[in-house]
C-alpha cells in the first residue's frame, strides 16, 4: 500500500504513543482514535485484567470509543487508563452526558512485575503518568520491540515486546495490528530462530527465515515461561473498514486465531489473551459478508506478524537475570546452526 509503514498506523483516523520507564522496566501504549470509533473486544484468555471492557459488547449503550490502552504493571498498570482520560479530556474529548464529557478508554494490562525493574514506587505507582504521556506522545511514528507496553514483557524463552504489522485486503480494506507479548508459551520453534508465524511473514520483516526442514524433535513439546499467572498477550487490530459493533466483536474473535498461529501455547489457563478490534471507517464502501472474512483473516495473519515482530525487534533488559533477546542468540541477518 502507498505508504505503507508496516504499522497499525498504515489504517487512517488513528495515532500509537509509547511511554516506558527503563528503571521500572514498564510501559504504556495508547491508541488514540482520531474521531470515536466503534469497537469490541474478546478476551479468550483465563487470567484477564481489564478496564471497562464491558461497555464493548454490542448490546451495551456507548457505542464509540476515543482510545484504546495497553500497559505493563499486573493490576497497577490499570492507572494508566485514568492518565489517557486526563489527557484526553484537556483535549475536550468524551463522552457527552449534558455539559460534562467523559472520555471511553477501555484497556488491559500484562504482568511484567517480576522482569527484575524496581518496582519499589511508595504509595503511587507511576502507571497514570505514563498513561498521560503516551496519549500526548500519539502520532504515526513508534516504536517496537523494548517500548511501551512490551518494555518488561517476556516469553517463555525470549524477550517479548511490542510488535505492528498492517496488511490490505484485496478489495481495498486496510487491516493493522499492534501488541504486547508476554506469553506462557513460545513464539519460536523449539531451540531455534524460526517463528511460527514464518508462513505469514511478509518480506523478512522477522527474519525469513520460513520453518525449520526437518522440524527438531522437540518442536510440538510445550515449553512454558512459568507455572504462575504471570503471562497475557495483549492486542489490538484494526480496520478502515466501516462496521457495527457485532462485526467489531466477530473481528476480534477471529484476531485471535493469530495468537493460535504465533504462539504456543496461547490461550491458557495461565493466559490473559486479549484482543480489541476497532474500526475507524475511513473507508466508504461498507464490506459485505464475503469481505468481513477476509478482514478477519487478515486480521488474525497481520497480528501472528506482529507477534514475531515484537520478538524480532526486542533487546535484552539490563537486569540481573533477563531472559535473553532473539538478537541475542541469533543474527538478524540468518542463523546457522553448529553441525551435528
Known amino acids: 500500500m502507498t505508504g505503507c509503514l508496516n504499522l497499525i498506523t498504515d489504517v487512517p483516523g488513528l495515532a500509537v504513543g509509547n511511554a516506558e520507564d527503563?528503571?521500572?522496566?514498564?510501559?504504556?501504549?495508547?491508541?488514540?482514535?482520531?474521531?470515536?470509533?466503534?469497537?469490541?473486544?474478546?478476551?479468550?484468555?483465563?487470567?484477564?485484567?481489564?478496564r471497562d471492557t464491558a461497555l464493548l459488547e454490542p448490546e451495551m449503550t456507548v457505542e464509540r470509543i476515543d482510545a484504546l490502552a495497553l500497559?505493563?504493571?499486573?493490576?497497577?498498570?490499570?492507572?494508566?487508563?485514568?492518565?489517557?482520560?486526563?489527557?484526553?479530556?484537556?483535549?475536550?474529548?468524551?463522552?457527552?452526558?449534558?455539559?460534562?464529557?467523559v472520555p471511553i478508554v477501555p484497556g488491559a494490562i500484562l504482568f511484567d512485575l517480576l522482569n527484575?525493574?524496581?518496582?519499589?514506587?511508595?504509595?503511587?505507582?507511576?502507571?497514570?503518568?505514563?498513561?498521560?504521556?503516551?496519549?500526548?506522545?500519539?502520532?504515526r511514528m513508534f516504536g517496537l520491540g523494548v517500548a511501551g507496553a512490551g518494555h518488561g514483557a517476556n516469553t517463555a524463552n525470549l524477550k517479548g515486546g511490542l510488535g505492528s504489522a498492517s496488511a490490505i485486503t484485496s478489495?481495498?480494506?486496510?487491516?493493522?495490528?499492534?501488541?504486547?507479548?508476554?506469553?506462557?508459551?513460545?513464539?519460536?520453534i523449539g531451540d531455534g530462530p524460526h517463528f511460527w508465524a514464518a508462513p505469514f511473514e511478509r518480506g523478512a520483516e522477522f527474519g525469513g527465515l520460513s520453518w525449520p526442514t526437518p522440524a527438531p524433535s522437540s518442536a510440538l513439546d510445550m515449553r512454558l515461561q512459568t507455572d504462575r499467572l504471570e503471562n497475557t498477550t495483549i492486542a489490538i487490530v484494526a480496520t478502515d473498514a466501516p462496521l457495527t459493533k457485532s462485526q467489531a466483536k466477530r473481528l476480534a474473535v477471529q484476531a485471535h486465531d493469530g495468537m493460535a498461529h504465533a504462539l504456543r501455547p496461547s490461550h491458557a489457563a495461565l493466559d490473559g489473551d486479549i484482543v480489541f478490534a476497532a474500526s475507524t471507517a475511513r473507508s466508504a464502501p461498507p464490506p459485505d459478508a464475503r469481505?468481513?472474512?477476509e478482514i478477519g483473516m487478515i486480521a488474525a495473519d497481520t497480528l501472528a506478524r506482529a507477534i514475531a515482530r515484537a520478538i524480532f525487534e526486542a533487546t535484552s533488559l539490563p537486569c540481573d537475570g533477563a531472559l535473553p533477546a532473539w538478537r541475542d542468540l541469533f543474527s538478524a541477518d540468518g542463523w546457522n546452526p553448529a553441525p551435528s
Request: aromatic share 8%.
Open 116 to 139: 527484575g525493574g524496581d518496582k519499589n514506587w511508595g504509595r503511587k505507582p507511576p502507571y497514570w503518568d505514563l498513561g498521560f504521556e503516551a496519549a500526548t506522545k500519539a502520532g
Open 22 to 50: 527503563a528503571r521500572l522496566a514498564s510501559g504504556v501504549t495508547v491508541v488514540v482514535f482520531d474521531e470515536p470509533a466503534v469497537a469490541s473486544v474478546a478476551i479468550h484468555g483465563g487470567a484477564p485484567g481489564v
Open 171 to 188: 478489495n481495498g480494506y486496510r487491516v493493522g495490528a499492534i501488541v504486547a507479548v508476554n506469553s506462557l508459551g513460545q513464539a519460536t
Open 71 to 101: 500497559s505493563g504493571g499486573s493490576s497497577f498498570g490499570l492507572d494508566a487508563m485514568g492518565g489517557v482520560l486526563a489527557a484526553l479530556q484537556e483535549q475536550g474529548r468524551g463522552f457527552a452526558i449534558g455539559d460534562a464529557r
Open 291 to 293: 469481505d468481513l472474512a
